[in-house]
């Protein structure tokens, strides 16, 4: 019985080393193997110990914040719309000074005015020194007001869009009655605002001519005193109409006269001249000769007037009244017009707060994004420490 054929094993391989670089010293190689292991440990302070920290503190430290949203605008009565061309001339001076108006509201929203009023109504710095508060985000009580202006910032944000012409407005605080109630609170103080710039330019506008109207009233007033006063000194209601009555008269007086004198003529040619009829009509004439003598002089058209007043100064005085009452009367009605454009243009350029989005209460914390902030803290510590470890790469590089 033959015996199986032995196969020879193979002979175990040497074992693998680790050989350094063609070009490269055992030391070269050793100092660039412990430069890599401390770039490997420099990222647990920079990286590791960053996003440690940031965990714990958004996990375990970091409050709860409610957050209220509320948008408004500033509006005006004559709108956008333009049926014409001066129309929309105005519409686009309309548009613009409201565009005005919302960038002054957010200058307010940020002024230390603001947070002062604010501060006065309902203690802010009780609010944000709460003890639902983390101690990063607490206030100190006793803080100056730029410190607490600033500390503020945080929690409120403010957002013009400026094609829609709306305020986005967001208040956070660490409880969702207090973050109601300063959002409404500077809501309330921003309508506040908006309405007295808006009665104040209201006021501005039709001052001018409420003045303009009270001081033709006045003089209208006056004259019309002065009349009556001129009535009753002449005992004469009308004096044009009374010296029309009087010149009437006196025409009278001259057909008459002449009439007489026509008859007189006409008697000399049958009798003496000094015949009782012609003695008759001699008397009858300078009787009417005396009464037109009295009446011009009367009517001032006379030969001597100088004896008083006549007529003549009478119709003249009363119509330089009337006038001045007639150029009074009409300067008032122009006044009054000028009055209503006023108030039209004032109703016109009034402005109001328009509010899409009210202030409601919160039913659940908003901030702080504890996953988003913890990513970020990790992403800008990881690329902080890669830059830096990339910079002393390229001085050591250059320095070589």
Known sequence: M???????????????????????????????????????????????????????YFAFVAADRYAVEMKFSIRSPSGYAAADMLGMMTGMASAGATLLDSYMVEDYIDSGAALRALD???DLRTIYASPHADPLARIDPSASFEDFRRHFRWFRTVYLDTGSQVLTVEVQAFTPEEALAVAQGLLDLVSNLVNDISERARLDTMRAAEAEVARVEAALRQHRAELAQFRQTRQDIDPTASAGAQQGLLSQLEGQLARLRSERDTLLQFVRPDAPPIKIRDGQIAAVEQQLEAQKARLGS????????????????????????EFLQRSYVSALAALEAARIEADRQQRYL?????????????????????LLVAVVALLGWALTVMAVYILREHAT
Not at 5 to 21: K, S
Not at 22 to 39: L, N, S, T
Not at 361 to 368: D, F, G, N, R, W
């Open 120 to 122: 006065r109504r309902m």
């Open 354 to 374: 328009a509010t899409f989005v009210a202030p409601e209460l919160p039913q659940e914390p908003l901030y702080p994004q504890r996953g988003l902030s913890i």
């Open 2 to 56: 033959s015996t199986p054929r032995q196969i020879p094993r193979p002979a175990p391989a040497p074992a693998a080393t680790v050989l350094p670089l063609q070009g490269q010293e055992p030391g070269q190689w050793r100092a660039q193997a412990r430069r890599r292991r401390w770039v490997l440990l420099s990222a647990l302070p920079c990286v590791v110990l960053p996003v440690l920290l940031a965990v714990w």
């Open 302 to 325: 006379g030969e001597d007037d100088s004896a008083g007043d006549t007529y003549t100064d009478s119709v003249s005085a009363y119509e330089a009244l009337s006038v001045d009452l």
